[in-house]
């Protein structure tokens, strides 16, 4: 009698040590749920998942070149600019000697302006210089930075006026460097690249640059605009005609790497870092992917996935949002409660982000059977070692 009742006061000593040192894989829900806090404690935002969640989330963009950039127009009409390789064609009507045929470059032209007679002699291709003008013979120097090039053919007839017959002129960029967009990273050939007159947008010039050397999902475009940059994953501006933005003159536009993954821990078939391998994944295809949630182990009520926000997005769902004043992201813990059957609608149209981490909490029974099984194998010890005491 006096071994059993050593034993039970011993069991119930071990069940009280066995509480705060039995290992965990993780907080269990009630733990996340307290400690979100609040006031000058709050240590993150917490959401439960729903189907006005899902919806509030769905009207919000996070991170986008048509909000940052916010231009959808085709840019104005390129004009000239200091380094641009210009080439300039002057006809002379019957008569006019100052371009007749001569060490320039002549192109006869007999059928044009008025029929034989006429002579059109076209000048050495030439680079824009410092000072923004080009040679034209017998005039002054022609002032062309920052003209089209129809206000250069104007300015170069004017310049001739009176000093040739009836003289027509033909002014064409041969290669354009200040009217072009730089592009590399990962690209097939990193190059300038002049912007057409029709307006290009930023998968036109990807193409033109070769097109893209890494798998689509698993690359970023980022652009530089003055002092303005933004970064969309690449799967954003195919997927959505709006952040497909036309360029502008000297953006920069650089192709990053960026294999997506999010990671999966607690008590699922799989902790591991996941790859995205489409172009969206889902709660519900992320929980899948990991294996789904362990039956002796998981709490179906504590699915959490924890993220950081961009500020709007946390003032859309919590417009007294503290943490969100700051300015800066937000942590964000979502949960999912599986036990509640239209959740699994839920799983399906809550969308996982690149870095998000998924985790699933473990029962509170587990740890009562993890304390049994401590108990179980310290009774069994102790009742051995009484027995023996005791003979």
């Given at each position: 009698m006096k071994v059993i009742e050593f034993v039970t006061v011993s069991a119930v000593a071990v069940i009280l040590a066995s509480c705060s040192v039995l290992p965990k894989a993780g907080p269990n829900a009630t733990d996340v749920v307290g400690m979100s806090g609040s006031g000058v404690d709050q240590r993150y935002e917490f959401f439960d998942i729903d189907k006005p969640l899902i919806d509030a989330l769905r009207h919000q963009r996070r991170g986008s070149l048509f909000s940052q950039f916010g231009d959808y127009r085709r840019s104005s009409e390129s004009t000239i600019g200091v380094g641009d390789t210009v080439s300039v064609t002057i006809w002379e009507a019957p008569g006019g000697v100052l371009f007749a045929p001569s060490a320039m470059t002549v192109a006869s032209n007999s059928s044009s302006l008025g029929g034989g007679g006429n002579h059109s002699s076209t000048l050495p291709d030439q680079v824009v210089g410092r000072d923004g003008t080009i040679n034209v013979p017998f005039t002054d120097r022609i002032k062309v930075e920052g003209l089209t090039t129809r206000a250069v053919e104007t300015a170069i007839k004017k310049s001739l006026q009176g000093k040739t017959s009836d003289p027509q002129v033909a002014v064409n960029v041969a290669r354009s460097l200040s009217s072009a967009v730089t592009v590399n990273g990962e690209v097939n050939s990193a190059a300038r690249i002049p912007i057409s007159v029709r307006g290009d947008r930023l998968l036109d010039v990807i193409a033109n640059a070769g097109g893209l050397r890494v798998p689509v999902n698993e690359t970023d475009v980022q652009l530089t605009r003055g002092?303005?940059?933004?970064?969309?994953?690449?799967?954003?501006?195919?997927?959505?005609?709006?952040?497909?933005?036309?360029?502008?003159?000297?953006?920069?536009l650089t192709l990053v790497r960026a294999p997506r993954k999010f990671l999966v821990l607690g008590a699922t078939g799989a902790n591991a870092e996941v790859p995205f391998d489409s172009d969206g994944v889902t709660l519900a295809v992320a929980l899948s992917k990991a294996g789904g949630l362990l039956d002796h182990r998981a709490d179906p009520a504590g699915v959490f996935i924890f993220r950081y926000e961009p500020p709007n997005i946390v003032n859309a769902l919590r417009s007294d949002s503290a943490l969100a004043a700051s300015g800066v992201t937000v942590p964000v813990v979502y949960r999912l409660n599986l036990l509640d059957p239209s959740s699994l609608f839920a799983a399906q149209q809550f969308s996982i982000y690149d870095r998000d981490v998924i985790y699933v909490s473990s029962a509170p029974l587990t740890d009562v059977q993890k304390v049994a099984n401590v108990v179980g194998q310290f009774s069994g010890f102790a009742i051995q070692g009484a027995l023996l005491a005791a003979k």
């Open positions: 002092t303005k940059v933004a970064r969309v994953p690449m799967l954003r501006v195919t997927g959505d005609p709006r952040e497909n933005i036309y360029v502008r003159p000297n953006d920069v």
